[in-house]
C-alpha cells in the first residue's frame, strides 16, 4: 500500500500562492501516475491535475491551467501543487492521489489517497 500524506494548505487572499505537498510511502514502487483532487462544501470532489511518474505527461484541468504547475521528486517521493493567482472559487479541501495506472484524470483510477489539506482563498 501507498500512504499519502498533503501539507501546505492555508488562508490567502485571491490573487495570491500556495504550495502544497505530498508526501509518499510504503509501496511506492507501484506508482504510476498522482495526482491532486479538491472537493469545495457541498460540491462534488473533482480533478485538478495529474502527473506521470516516469516521463513529463501533465494534465490539467482547463479551470487550473496556467495558474497551477504539478511536480514530482522522485528521489524524494515528493509531489507538489505550484498554485499562483489563486480565485475564491479555488477554495477546498485538496486531496494527493497515486495510482499504479497510466497518467488520468479519472479518479476511479486512483487507488491511494491523502488525508486532504485545506485551502481557502478569501476575496
Known amino acids: 500500500q501507498v500512504q499519502l500524506v498533503e501539507s501546505g494548505g492555508g488562508l490567502v487572499r485571491a490573487g495570491g500562492s500556495l504550495t502544497l505537498s505530498c508526501a509518499a510511502s510504503g509501496d511506492t514502487f507501484t506508482i504510476n501516475s498522482m495526482g491532486w483532487f479538491r472537493q469545495a462544501p457541498g460540491k462534488e470532489r473533482e480533478f485538478v491535475a495529474a502527473?506521470?511518474?516516469?516521463?513529463?505527461?501533465?494534465y490539467y484541468a482547463d479551470s487550473v491551467k496556467g495558474r497551477f504547475t504539478i511536480s514530482r521528486d522522485n528521489a524524494k517521493n515528493m509531489l507538489y501543487l505550484q498554485m499562483n493567482s489563486l480565485k475564491p472559487e479555488d477554495t477546498a479541501v485538496y486531496y494527493c492521489?497515486?495510482?499504479?495506472?497510466?497518467?488520468?484524470?479519472?479518479?476511479?483510477?486512483?487507488?491511494?489517497w491523502g488525508q486532504g489539506t485545506q485551502v481557502t482563498v478569501s476575496s
Open positions: 502527473i506521470s511518474w516516469i516521463g513529463s505527461s501533465r
Open positions: 492521489a497515486a495510482s499504479s495506472a497510466s497518467v488520468s484524470t479519472d479518479d476511479r483510477l486512483f487507488g491511494s
